[in-house]
């Protein structure tokens, strides 16, 4: 099946918050790398019957959390809506793979 716009993208897409981009744009890159970390890490998770499955729950609602900020772009009023980044999660990884 095909889907056309009719208006063609003119090799653009729009972030989050509105803002218009290059497909090839840096946060294109990045937010796409990131959901295909957690991809991945979700495949490996679905896989693995142990305590460390909790983990990657915890590491993919942050990878989630990434992926917004850089799909939104620079626009400060829709950033206010997303969740908080905080260095609490980065701690906890840190001590458990000490």
């Known amino acids: 099946m095909k889907i056309y716009t ?15 981009v290059k497909k090839h744009h840096l946060s294109i890159q990045a937010y796409g790398t990131v959901d295909e970390l957690n991809s991945w890490i979700g495949l490996i998770k679905d896989n693995i019957e142990t305590k460390e499955a909790d983990m990657l729950v ?41």
């Open 58 to 98: 915890k590491i993919q609602e942050e990878l989630f959390t990434i992926g917004s900020y850089l799909a939104t772009g620079d626009n400060e009023k829709m950033m206010v809506h997303l969740p908080k980044l905080e260095d609490e999660p980065i701690l906890e990884l840190e001590k458990v793979h000490r």
């Open 6 to 20: 009719k208006s063609g993208d003119q090799g653009e897409t729009s972030l989050f918050g509105g803002e218009r």
